[in-house]
């Protein structure tokens, strides 16, 4: 088989000839036929990210191994398959594979939550992912059936399944984590690719007033136009605290969530929430808050960390993603030798939607 | 009646002579038997707190009108009831009063959370309280019935009640909010009052190991006394990380409850933390935490504020009580005129347990 | 003030001439701009209904005085208020009202369920309702604002506003009940006015799949047209248990909400579940249903008895309201002196959506 | 290896000498020490059960495939293990054993809900089980660590431990299910072992009041003496209705476990229920219950089928077993060749608490 890997960070990924793998027990092995380009992929690459006070925080630290085979965003059928799994799936079968595997006995993984492991086994990150033609799955388990051998997926193409994964995950678990109610005002910060497909959940299934926030009147425009957000603000262009204060009767936001997550845009977050709302914190870009302690218990406050989401969620996801309730949007494809440039291209913000792999 | 009111912040509380009022519609007017002195008393009085960086935050600014009269833990007997109310009870009857009052209408009111009213109307803070011999309640929907006009209030002094609906009503909502299950790691931070009786609360209804934290082997002791606590540690005399980490086979605290919340104990807070652990602020004591944004989604971390309870869980700290389940520690006595000398005392630190006054 | 008034049961509405009320304490004074007509006023107007093995279950038995003034779907305009309101509420305003009022006490009030007190006081019911030009309201804790003055109540009619707090209600929550996710198949039993108001709700809430079952093909193509059944049963037609479970795959439905509730339909639902299936039984046609006890556990179902909703749920259906999501359909209008021509038509099923009364 | 298996229903088990089991992908072998002898054995050995109107309802048409090795309360320790899991276990760790295996992909086992599988692989049912001297576990996840090789088990002996995977955990899923607060009143109906255990539970996380209903004295003495019950009733002596809803102070129930879940035992739950009560329905013991369907709306009535717990729940079981906050009680204890024994004595009522092989 043929994987795209990262040899050593910040090299361009070498296309090397593996041995492909035989699944033993409960494993599966999937031949890939689309595989997400995540922009976590990026710091995989780079061999890290900047942390609080320029510190360079290093993936292998965290537990990654050199070389390593990116990508966790994976749609394929199924190649190889154990007897155990024979009731459950046949060869050819369309599947989604869900890469946010656990060591399977922390009390996340007890409950199904696998994506809050303590010791995490992520494909594409800790054990070789989908920019290659096959990929090896631990278990069946890890498999959502989206179609047929010889179908075409209905209503649901292979490249836009495959976004599922990591991107409408990430979005949907913290729509759920906002637990939100119909009569809930709620900001959604960052109008790029996971703030859209969360306010197209918000939309399908809380009931929610939304606010989208943005730099740019192009994404605003864009989540504007598919009726999802009810109203946009350009915090470059206007005071993000007083609109929001003026679209909520001045009370506040009950909820937001802010998939940028920086310094600057939770200071704003913070000032913008009415008694008892919940602020949603999901972007990687980093930073500090300087929080304020006693506004905490004293407005009953809440900050919730969230991190992609469950298999049991992407089940969720697929369902509503057959029946056209969401739409991912796929902008990008590339071949597998391709890898780089998809990365780079990724890194230089010229991806609009979200570019895939198909090998 | 008489009562003892903060006329002018930082001066001495006088004892006035005031027209008794006249219960109408859903009013009733309790005869005061007890009432609580608690910390926040104290903020009422010298006309405010220091908020971060210096700034004296003035309880004026927070819609309180002197002259007032404090007390909001009150518990006493029915002196006169309205018509509406008289199916449900009668005069003499023995009622611990919920403070907490809000406007009613907002979505925090609709669900019974009046504690989290976006415009709250709370007895002895923005309404005349209980360092009074009457206090007028503006329904008897506030009302929690203790025992008959007859009966030694059973299993449960007068005192011990009053002190439920503040001090102990803050430990259990806290409790809640931490949602914990029989196998997660509980740190306690703060033995004072409300740590110890949250601890009795979490031993009585959670089944979680309870880890007690403070800087005197003194509460430490009490708390393992009562066997609530299952360890201790004395973060003056020891690492408290280190000692949390091996406590915990270094997998740290599933949920810690802060009933300091200040800038150094909640340092220590998010060092401590299992990855999905919930930290709970309670305590008013302030100041500024430096938050690692990037460490709340990929460790998904919740910060949870926690202000007091609902008129519901006070239903429920009254039956643990009169069961003995918890036990309210009611350590100092002061007559209405002695108001004065026990605020004093409080902020001394010279109470020990909870002060309460009989008018 | 005028009220058409059920003096004796059976016998035609009486319009009375009766004293204006006066607003005392947190009481308002409503003007009656439009009361519903529901098929619980009928019970009420014949004294009773059958129960199981023919008994007549008297409504005098539970509690309902004769002479009463009928109706609780009410939407007014605020005529006097009282002080105690006066920052929340303006002479004016268009409210609607919340009709399930509690005692207060019971633990369903104190969390604000008080549509399941313990000991009822509904207006229209227990208390004088809205077949009348003017209301006393017990608290403005009841009303829920949907307009100024000035306002033509934004975007949604009088009419429409109050047929939410019964008959929109009742549906609402039992959507809640059946608590759903994006890929539950829901069966929902009677496709009548509240069937329809419940398959938009869970449309716009849930993302659930949709099954609409009913004996009468135009019911169903009303439930078809709007979008709001992915697919349709006729149960006189086809067989229902069949069709049921080629349409989910073989595994039957996830939940059942049955707005007949009778002996027949119940023992179909019986036959149509998934494990761990919940049946929300709403409708009050009645009859026994022959449980099979042994399957309860080992199949894991839940049977749940769901009887109108919160007020907080009416505020959350005011908003959807207001925002278009959900569309009440109003179809008969009537005078306040042709009550009881109301209450016939609809006894003789000639009322297609929902009637009101204007006085 | 040897084991004891049903080879025909109804017939003695045979000791049998089969080929040890080598484990491959993530199975492990474990080397069984205490195998629980459960009630649900006998509907085994007996090849099925009585079902509503006479039928028997045979094991054969649920799946079950004669030989089979009975036995799903397994405490072990670990013989051999695979590669997959050695970062987690060590060959000779004391383990207990989840029986309750899924298939893996339905929507409960993706939330760890196993026990609710649509495809159920039960250990000991559908797949050989602990009536062995060893048992091959599908998966190294389905182990709980409760101790190391050379350890006594700390505190929680391996008897004891093995009850703990369908004994004590139908308690305490029931006990969950039931959803209690402190001030509730919870009427637990069996107090067989099942129902001691499930009063313990309540007790230890709960704070709720607690009534005993039983037929037999004996068994109320137990379970007032271990003060886990509060009150009891003796429905055989005494009448349930009256007594419980004098114990409540005639307001009923607000939640009932019913470990028989019979006819007459159900009949009697539904009359001593206050307005928005559950029933939890657990036993096996059948027949049918005629319900009146009209109550359940109006009265907001649950019926809830409980059925064994979650993983998840046995991890919370283990934590508080150690800890010595429930004892389970072991009264009887076989050898391997004694099955038949064992079985025959449980048939006939003469295991007082639980019976355990040693193989």
Known sequence: MKAARIVR???PLQVQDLETPKPKGSQVLVKVLASGVCHSDIHLWEGGYEGPEGQFLKTTDRGVKYPVTPGHEIAG???????ESQSLFAKGDKVLVYPWVGEGTCPACRIGEENLCDKPRSLG?????GYADHVLVPSYRYLVKIGDEDEEVDNLGINEAATLSCSALTAYNAVKNANLRPDDNLVVVGAGGLGLMAMQLAKAVTGAKIIAMDLEDEKLKQARKDGHADYTVNSKKEDPVKTVME????MGADAVIDFVNASKTVETDMQILRRRAKVVLVGLYGGELKLNLVTMPTRAYRLIGSYTGSLSDLTELVSLAKRKIIKPLVSDRFKLDQATEALSKLKEGKIMGRGVINP
Not at 247 to 250: A, E, H, S
């Open 77 to 83: 059928s199924i190649e190889a398959i154990s007897e």
């Open 125 to 129: 990150i800790y054990v070789d992912g």
């Open 9 to 11: 960070p910040k090299e």
């Open 247 to 250: 679209l909520t009767d001045k």
